[in-house]
Nanobody, 122 residues
Framework: QVQLVESGGGLVQAGGSLRLSCAAS????????MGWFRQAPGKEREFVAA????????RYADSVKGRFTISRDNAKNTVYLQMNSLKPEDTAVYYC???????????????WGQGTQVTVSS
């Protein structure tokens, strides 16, 4: 069982940066692949980024490649999403997710956080 709590959302101007954090409970955090999704108003939830348990593999949605970076600190049970060059279209609720492997975490994660709002003003 993994419980996830996101933080770090807020209001930022276009071109600015934010770093989201996701703190996980449970001794098995380091064995899970972790990911970030987002959901904008009126739209479906979409995949943003994922990282394997060993940090050897990362994956990004085309819309955020080169701007967002996912990382994790297994000693702190925390995964991060560094978001640079933010655009108004990045405005959404961002959710942390956990899955047993990269395929699962990028498609049907078994665990979700409650979400944190990111708003990018133009």
């Amino acid at each position: 069982q993994v419980q996830l709590v996101e933080s770090g959302g807020g209001l930022v101007q276009a071109g600015g940066s934010l770093r989201l954090s996701c703190a996980a409970s449970g001794r098995t955090f380091s064995t899970y692949a972790m990911g970030w999704f987002r959901q904008a108003p009126g739209k479906e939830r979409e995949f943003v980024a994922a990282i394997s348990w060993s940090r050897s593999s990362t994956r990004y949605a085309d819309s955020v490649k080169g701007r967002f970076t996912i990382s994790r600190d297994n000693a702190k049970n925390t995964v991060y999403l560094q978001m640079n060059s933010l655009k108004p279209e990045d405005t959404a609720v961002y959710y942390c997710a956990a899955g047993h492997n990269m395929l699962v975490v990028t498609t049907t994660p078994g665990y979700w956080g409650q979400g944190t709002q990111v708003t990018v003003s133009s």
